[in-house]
């Protein structure tokens, strides 16, 4: 599916992978008329190609697409593109729990500080109470479908929250005789026994996988190795697990206890239920039992990007995170390069915790790195020692402090979720704090248009130890320009002089429904002996998508009235043209007659209308002059 670099699916410009699977492929997305990052699924064409699969697909992902809580992903839309079936979801930019234990495994440090694995487990068993009390079992539960959300605290430690992705693909798959395709429902590692065994699952079944991983995060290891299913279901079955502690001396034992709970062979000796093992992590969570444990430490240096012009100044500087960086002539990349020789989005920059990779996005001018182009659409590791000219510019990958001139950002309280209404400012008030040297700052917000928000226009300078508060005022415009629904903000400090980014502090603002339309009927006045045809332009002039229900009268029935379509379903700012016919009986002779017809769009509470002129002339011509 590489093909889709480039393409536009559900207003979402594709463009990188981000990862693969045995149901499809993920992709890092640009939302276009929201202006935000997020994730797109696609599935495998061989989802496509099966019937069973299709007629189940918008049942199953609307009753996933419901669920809200904040350990699961995000859900924002399913739909079919071109044959292929995809959900617009939540974009995690810190990778699954499967990234972070190879990335401390690349750093020789196999296991999980014990408070900091039980709090991630506990998260996930939060999301899996919820989901169960729904009647939604997960049926694949690994770390791979275990994403991750870091920030930074005031003291600049990390807090990670996890979120379980997924829900839903394992049943769609086992209902729709994919297996038959190739493609693996579940994976054999994480498979309960009743799961291999082909048995009907309840969430206990979500238990054991989950107590798989808590054994993996714990030790290093998981409790079997198991690459077939053949192998899965005799070790799942047959055996039982090595102890955890002969593998991790220092786990306590009431740690061990729980996961040889969750692993019990028969699932009326696990965990009753998802709470009920969330409650039970919880207690072990610096009771005593288990030493206190800081969260991982973070690696000495980060990556980050500087920008020099052709005299070799150096322009910016932006940090390098999972969530990648874009560079482009367009204002809205991460990099913005204004010069004609650069593209409007030029090339893309992804960092996996362990290098960095580039890739030209198709732009006229190219990417040359280390002197040599970039074949477009094709990722290249972009080692630290080398340069990236485009146009004018040179970019350089280097490491740095994450620690050194840190400005803590945050926001009054209660502003972390703000619900907007279009048309109605907002001001919000975010606190910078300096914990370095004296610096020069200036601020900005990422995440929804920069014409939305009224920053200071004052100069920011703020001495060691000093802390300043911004009052920012938000005006999401009662347009279709102001999307409804959730963006995710980053407010970020950035040094005024080489744009580094000092501190940033992360929100989720909601922009509220606003209704609008407007119906417009060509021509407004018709005319003929018997009939007329029109064509009704309605418009969706609000931020959400609407469901119009379309109907056409004439006050004084006199006319037959017929419009080819009853309802229409618009996004925000589309027009729909619908034809509208209207006829009547013939007259032999008399003056013209003038009838009134009128078309009537209602979605909810939004009713719009407008009317239109039918001229009913006579066979044979009077010199009566036409009815007012």
Known sequence: MSELIGQTIGNCRIDALLGKGGMGRVYRAHH?????????KVLLDAVAQDSSFQARFRLEARVVAALSHPNIVEIYEFDEYNGRFYLRMELLPDGSLRTLLERR??????????????DLVRQAADALAYAHERGIIHRDIKPDNLLLLRRRTDSGSSVYTLKVSDFGLARLAEGSGLTSAGITVGTPAYMSPEQCQGIDLDARSDIYALGVVLYEVMTGYRPFSARTISEAVRKHVQEQPLPPRQSRAELPAEVEAVILRCLAKRPEERFASAAELSAALRGLIGAGAVPQQPTP?????????RVHDAQGRALRVARLTPAGLTAGRLAGNDLLLDDQAVGRNHLRIDWSGRRARVTDLGSRGGTRLAGQPLTPHTPQVWPIEQTLQVGPFTLGLELADPAADRVAVTFASGQEALTLT??????????????GPNAALTVTVDGIPAHWVQLPNYPLELASGAQITLALTIEIPATPEGAAGDYPIVVRARG???????????ARWSVARCAGGHIEIVPEQGQGREQADYTVRLTNDGNATARYTLSAADPNQALSVRLDRAEVELVPGQTAEIALAVQVGRRLLGASRRHQ???RAVAGDETCEATAQFIQTALVGSWITPAG
């Open 597 to 599: 017809v009128t078309v």
């Open 297 to 305: 430490p973070e690696v000495a240096l980060v990556p980050q990007v």
């Open 422 to 435: 279009p048309g109605t400012p907002a001001f919000v008030q975010v606190k910078l704090a300096n914990q």
């Open 105 to 118: 495994a690349n750093e020789g440090r196999t296991t999980l500080p014990i408070d900091f694995a039980l």
């Open 32 to 40: 276009i008329k929201l202006d935000r990052p997020e994730a797109v």
């Open 496 to 506: 005024r002089d080489d744009g580094a980014e000092l501190g940033a502090a992360r």
